[in-house]
């Protein structure tokens, strides 16, 4: 078993910046992170960003130019940097991780709240 534990979430103002932290423990030994997800009120859970095993990075289009993933490995820990906030930004930040030995097995956070607001 992967525990998934994000961190980082909280209130800003418009233009503002947060950096979600995303801590895996357990049974990491095959275990990868995969990206950031998020889930505003009554919507479905949309990718944010990815992270490849090598460090590259995709964004969903709302994200590009604002939103930074990154990973320490020697920390078991992802992160996620997101600068020039909205409102529109509001929601609920899920972290996803995987492992793939023959079977699929995916893992998550328990979700930090994210709210931008004046």
């Known amino acids: 078993q992967v525990q998934l534990v994000e961190s980082g979430g909280g209130l800003v103002q418009p233009g503002g910046s947060l950096r979600l932290s995303c801590a895996a423990s357990?049974?990491?030994?095959?275990?990868?992170?995969v990206g950031w997800y998020r889930q505003a009120p009554g919507k479905q859970r949309k990718l944010v960003a990815t992270?490849?095993?090598?460090?590259?990075?995709n964004y969903a289009d709302f994200a590009k130019g604002r939103f930074t993933i990154s990973r320490d490995n020697a920390k078991n820990t992802m992160y996620l940097q997101m600068n020039s906030l909205k409102p529109e930004d509001t929601a609920v930040y899920y972290c996803?991780?995987?492992?793939?030995?023959?079977?699929?097995?995916?893992?998550w956070g328990q979700g930090t709240q994210v709210t931008v607001s004046s």
């Open positions: 996803n991780g995987r492992i793939a030995t023959g079977s699929v097995y995916d893992y």
């Open positions: 357990g049974s990491i030994f095959s275990f990868y992170f």
């Open positions: 992270i490849s095993g090598g460090g590259t990075a």
